[in-house]
């Protein structure tokens, strides 16, 4: 359930971002940063995180090292959720989360308190960004989101 707020059917309006009008760039990207160390440490633990929009994890590739040489390498990914991509009418590989992966949700009240902010806040901050992702994604615009 928790994913269809990202299925947009209208822009999204300012005033359904009130958090992130609070908060400065500098913090935005404090709760991303507190957001991405979480995120790698779920996925040391052999854990993969639904973030909403779809998940961060570690799936095997097979990478072409030399002349027909494949090496079965493991490689963090971003796998955009299902639905969303259909929603949106979104082409990316076809890429599954082996089985034996636990899908966790990310937990918030450990991340705020990594990076002293609010539990609320940090949760509508992430939550308002990824809300502003999908409105570009509905609006067909150009969409950078980088991840240490």
Same mark, same amino acid.
């Given at each position: 359930?928790? %994913?269809?707020?990202?299925?947009? @059917? ?18 935005? /990207? ?55 991509? %259909?929603? @949106? ?33 940090? &949760?509508? /901050?992430? &939550? ?21």
């Amino acid at each position: 359930a928790k %994913m269809q707020k990202y299925l947009l @059917y209208n822009a999204v309006e300012p005033e359904e971002l009130p958090t992130l009008k609070e908060l400065s760039t500098i913090e935005i /990207c404090k709760v991303w940063s507190g957001m991405s160390r979480h995120i790698y440490k779920q996925l040391l633990k052999k854990k993969a995180v639904d973030i909403g929009v779809g998940s961060f994890a570690v799936v095997p590739v097979h990478a072409n090292v030399a002349e027909g040489k494949v090496l079965p390498v493991e490689r963090p990914m971003f796998i955009l959720s299902k639905t969303l991509k %259909m929603f @949106y009418n979104l082409e990316s590989d076809e890429i599954k989360i082996p089985d034996e992966i636990p899908v966790v949700q990310p937990d918030f009240e450990e991340i705020a308190a990594n990076t002293h902010f609010r539990h609320e806040i940090l &949760q509508q /901050c992430i &939550q308002e960004t990824l809300l502003y992702f999908a409105g570009a994604l509905r609006d067909n615009k150009e969409v950078e989101f980088t991840f240490r």
